[in-house]
């Protein structure tokens, strides 16, 4: 107890200083970071019929209705491949995108009781949620492999790219999800605001059209958004479509790197009234 805690009587109890980036207490705490990603996946598909098998049906029927509409009827290009494995390899990614950020920027507000209890490093929340949406990211990919072997495309070495698209993927997810569900403790309007960000962020996302649509400096503009790399980057990795990705890479690379910084530290900066608001 310090000098002046002895003069007033008052023990005051505060976290150690952290960097907004990487909190000591979160590496410490890995275990806890651990359990809370089962919970979520546990908690996910409990009580569900068709339990994880959602990860892959909901993906699957979505390419089934694209196909017909944007594939067949609208004739939309698909940069040489089948429209379905072309529309498969993008829905994949961002279904995984589109849930997770949705289930991150919640994470708080649903975890309330708990952050009004015990401390532990608030950031193991978001990135919990994050975690678990890896989960159906990996079944669903298996499945996106075996179709599109079935569908005779040969893989090959430009799978090594991906683990740097789902890398960026997660970036995007953990800045943009940490700044959301920070503000939704504020402000409970953000869970209505969150779907309307998603569906708005669908349509600047080439995942049923090519981004080979734009031309010139347009296109680099356009990679500004990450996970136009992303989608992109699973069908130059997994069926080999022409996308420039020379282009979109370092573009995307950088704007998910600006915004998981922004989005970690507008977290850190209302870290400290969490478990009086929520």
């Not at 209505?192 to 998603?198: A, E, K, N, Q, S």
Request: proline share 6%.
């Amino acid at each position: 107890m310090t000098t002046a805690a002895r003069a007033t009587g008052v023990l005051r109890i505060a976290p150690r200083r952290r960097t907004p980036l990487l909190p000591r207490e979160l590496v410490d705490g890995r275990e806890l970071l651990y359990f809370l990603t089962l919970r979520d996946v546990k908690i996910r598909y409990k009580q569900t019929v068709l339990g994880i098998l959602w990860a892959v049906l909901q993906p699957l029927l979505t390419m089934f209705v694209f196909t017909v509409f944007f594939g067949r009827l609208a004739k939309v290009p698909s940069d040489g491949v089948p429209y379905a494995v072309f529309a498969l390899c993008g829905l994949v990614p961002w279904t995984f995108f589109a849930n997770t950020l949705q289930a991150t920027s919640l994470s708080l507000v649903n975890n309330g009781n708990l952050l009004s209890k015990i401390y532990f490093p608030r950031i193991a929340v978001p990135l919990a949620a994050v975690g678990a949406g890896l989960v159906d990211l990996a079944v669903s990919f298996v499945v996106l492999v075996g179709y599109a072997a079935f569908r005779g495309l040969v893989l090959g070495p430009r799978l090594l790219l991906l683990p740097v698209l789902v890398l960026i993927c997660v970036m995007t997810l953990v800045g943009a999800g940490s700044w959301l569900a920070a503000l939704n403790v504020a402000f409970r309007d953000i869970r209505y605001t969150t779907p309307f960000l998603v569906q708005l962020w669908f349509f600047l996302t080439p995942v049923v059209y090519p981004s080979s649509l734009l031309t010139g400096a347009w296109r680099t503009v356009y990679a500004l958004n990450p996970m136009v790399a992303v989608t992109e980057g699973f069908r130059w990795s997994l069926v080999g479509t022409s996308a420039d990705m020379a282009r979109l890479l370092p573009a995307s690379a950088l704007s998910a790197t600006l915004l998981l910084v922004g989005g970690l530290y507008a977290f850190h900066r209302r870290e400290p009234s969490f478990a009086d608001v929520v």
